[in-house]
């Protein structure tokens, strides 16, 4: 979809009644700012666009914006987004989660809308700890991390989302830093225009439980793929730069064009299925089945 | 001369005893006759002990007879497990040249051996080794003083697809089974097989089969499922309909993806249904909670295998009424149905999508294994003329129509709050998981969370004027009530029947509305009866507890059955006589 001349609307259209709980500082106004002029670029109405929100602090999102949302279970924004999607495919798709939302009780939900390429947005809020719950490990804490639940550090790897969804044919993977917001912005924008799954992994500094990987770690860890050179279409480079540990590469890792789960169901190539008349196309035709 | 029989044909698993079984079943509905079937199978793909059985009568069969008259033995061994069973003056259709048999003992028992050479008449035909089964029902039709040509026309199209050779040899060991019978074993009939006339071609389909027509009848646009015996032959069937249907259907990674996806589907506007076991319901759970507080509609059928964990994988049992009850934390409204017949099955399930649009709640279908796959005969279902009406959701004239912002959770007098679908300008809302406000904004005050909450449980008032009144089947005096619900249903009417014919009348209380319960009616039948037998699939009286706890009253008998198997209708006349006789 092109950009329109003049925005259909402001960011603030895009403000509920309820202004975010969040902690003063926190990467998640950042990433809330970044959705928002994302759904102005985009040309989006509240009523064209649905976001699901899993639990955790960044689920707590669902408040704050006004578009059609879905404050779903701790894990599962993930399948009720393909559902909505499968349902109205004219619907723009966008999800909400936390690392521990999406990478821990959602891994399996992930991978496998990754390699549906499900045609749905994913904004993961990585702060590599639980906030919400008030400070535990998350799978995206690094070895040796400790925190209330691991006193002793963190025993396993960190999940690696970049590589996992490369890894199970992603075709849109991105990472993202919420204290940069106009960069933030124009990959929510390409993710939402890209037809299938796109991830959107975003560097979330936890003000209040993570000390480690802060506003300033990430800015002086952080460099710009676009300003690297790197080649989206070339995986091997995107994967070469999913385990750098040196730097941490944010923008378009990968993109690949290829058709959208929903565009491979015959049955709703012309009309979204909530348009199909309710009456079953046919009836005594299958109940002849058994005659 | 006898016209209700029945068939059984027993061998290892992989021997394609189903294939042809349906064939035969087919066969004598084709002819006008009704039936009801029923199969017994380990979880295996190949060996271990497989039977499958048929009552075939003019008449109609509410549920199988456990007395076989014709047994196909493929094996020893199904002789040896299923001699019992065999009625006096059954006969045993094998192959002499596997399985041994002696004369004399059947001889004594007044059971014919009817040996037919299956393996030899399968190769002189250089058939693969399952055509046996083919020749074993030749046999029968001989048997049963019928004749071949309806059966040929069958394969002819049934095995259309597969090309002319197999045709020809399937239609050529049938007839030589048939005249072998003819020539060797030629007697008087003892049962037979004649042309009844109907009004309109019958049907014989399974619980499942009858509530994936009752899901395509009602509209359901989305269905999503995990495979899990014995709910899976309905991801299968709507699968294999879903463009001719207009139907998407997703086998998801696991559970929790099936009962997210549905749900997401259905807030969307779409309607929605999910199928599992009692396993992948467990996973459910907790979703099944966000249904209910998210007041989104959706239909979740429960086809129940004795458990817990994997259990009983291909076996029967009603242990799950508790559990789907209650299933989630705290409460929140909900309804269970628990169908008895194939008729039911539609019926209910095409209730299930209207009433969790209505109400906006989940619907939760009880089967399981003998009812999901056992077929039954019926006449064709009836649609009727009426348009499907959308309910408890706002047009796009009645949202411009609103003089204020649009309240998703609106405190309304039924508890039922109008809801919009995204896309609907002016309908822009949160569906939320967390406690709410009007709007759907996170509330955690304790006046909204009272409020939200009664409005939510309130909807379970108007959802319990809406129980119709549950069957009741016998004369409206007896000496004997009983009362069950689900599955069990048309094994107690055969069981009526049976104790009928020997003078002794009894009436029984179905129920297939078992939540919200109907507490008038059952308070009444237990305040009537002269004495109450229940009667259950389980080992802990779930509905004997509700009854308890509803009514104040407790059955006077118990009849609980957890062995995997379905009640027989012999065993339910044998407890009615122990009683009465008491
Ligand atoms: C099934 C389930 N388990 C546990 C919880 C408790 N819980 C809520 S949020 C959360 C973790 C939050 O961490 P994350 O997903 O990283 O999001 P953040 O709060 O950091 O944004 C947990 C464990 C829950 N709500 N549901
Ligand atoms: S706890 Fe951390 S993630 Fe949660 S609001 Fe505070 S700073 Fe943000």
Known sequence: MSEPEQPKHRASDFNTSTFPTWCPGCGDFGIWAALKNALVELGREPHDTVVVYGIGCSGNMANNVNTYAFHGLHGRPVPVAEGIKMANHGLTVIVIAGDGDGYGEGLGHFLHAVRGNADITYIVHNNQVYGLTTGQTSPTSDKGYKSKSTPHGVIEEPINPISLALGASGTFVARGYAGDIKHLTSLIVQGVQHKGFSLIDVFQPCVTFNKINTHLWFQKMTVKLEEMGHDPSNREAAIQQAFRRDQLPIGLYYKEDRPAYHEQLSQIAETPLVEHPLEPLTFDELQKEFM | ?582
């Open chain 2, 1 to 582: 001369m006898k016209t209700t029989f029945t068939w059984k044909i027993g061998g290892e698993a992989g021997f394609g005893i189903k294939v042809s079984c349906m064939m035969f079943v087919r066969l004598c509905v084709r002819m006008g006759l009704h039936i009801f079937d029923y199969s017994e199978y380990p979880s295996l793909i190949r060996g271990g002990h497989n039977t499958y059985q048929v009552t075939v009568s003019p008449d109609e069969v509410f549920a199988e007879l456990h007395e076989v008259d014709y047994l196909v033995a493929l094996n020893e061994e199904t002789v040896r497990l299923h001699l019992g069973e065999l009625t006096k003056g059954a006969s045993i259709i094998y192959d002499p040249d596997v399985v041994h048999l002696d004369a004399a003992e059947f001889q004594q028992k007044e059971i014919s051996l009817i040996g037919v050479p299956l393996k030899k008449i399968v190769k002189e035909v250089g058939g693969p080794d399952i055509m046996r089964n083919m020749v074993a029902i030749g046999a029968t039709i001989a048997l049963l003083c019928a004749e071949l040509t309806e059966f040929e026309e069958l394969i002819a199209e049934q095995f259309a697809k597969k090309g002319e050779t197999i045709i020809g040899q399937n239609v050529d060991v049938v007839r030589r089974g048939y005249a072998y019978v003819q020539e060797k074993h030629k007697r008087e009939c003892t049962h037979v097989l004649t042309k009844q006339e109907v009004k309109s071609k019958r049907m014989a389909l399974t619980v499942n089969d009858a509530i994936s027509l009752g899901a395509v009848a009602a509209g359901c646009k989305f269905y999503a499922a995990y495979p899990m015996t014995p709910a899976s032959s309905v991801l299968e069937t709507l699968a294999r309909w879903d463009t001719k249907a207009g139907i998407v259907v997703k086998h998801a990674e696991d559970e929790i993806s099936v009962i997210n996806m549905a749900l997401g589907a259905s807030f969307a506007g779409v309607r929605s249904m999910i199928g599992t076991s009692g396993g992948g319901f467990s996973l459910m759970v907790e979703t099944l909670g966000l249904a209910g507080i998210t007041e989104t509609p959706l239909v979740v059928l429960n086809s129940q295998r004795p458990g817990p964990a994997t259990g009983l994988p291909t076996w029967s049992g009603q242990g799950d009424l508790r559990f789907v009850m209650h299933a989630a934390q705290d409460d929140f409204p909900r309804i269970v149905l628990a169908p008895g017949d194939v008729d039911e099955a539609f019926a209910l399930t095409r209730d299930a999508f209207r009433l969790a649009e209505k109400y906006h709640v989940p619907v939760i279908i009880l089967s399981d294994k003998f009812l999901s796959e056992s077929q039954k005969s019926t006449e064709p279902f009836d649609l009727g003329d009426e348009n499907i009406a959308r309910e408890s959701m706002l047009t796009q004239e009645q949202i411009g129509a609103l003089t204020e912002k649009y309240k998703r959770y609106a405190l309304t007098e039924s508890g039922v709050s109008p809801r919009t679908i995204p896309g609907m300008p002016g309908g822009v809302h949160l569906a939320n998981s967390d406690e709410h406000d009007e709007y759907g904004f996170t509330d955690e005050t304790s006046e909204m969370r009272t409020a939200q909450h009664a409005k939510r449980m309130k909807k379970l008032e108007a959802i319990a004027k809406e129980i119709p009144a549950q069957k009741m089947y016998g004369p409206e005096s007896a000496d004997l009530t009983l009362i069950a619900w689900g599955s069990t249903k048309g094994t107690v009417r055969e069981a009526m029947r049976i104790l009928e014919r020997e003078n002794i009348h009894i009436n029984f209380l179905h129920l297939s509305h078992l939540f919200p319960f109907p507490v008038d009616q059952v308070k009444r039948v237990m305040q009537n009866a002269k004495r109450t037998l229940l009667l259950e699939g389980n080992a802990a009286a779930q509905l004997g507890g509700l009854i308890q706890q509803f009514t104040l009253t407790v059955p006077d008998e118990t009849f609980l059955k957890y062995d995997g198997r379905p009640f027989f209708p012999r065993e339910v006349v044998a407890k009615v006589k122990e009683i009465m006789s008491s």
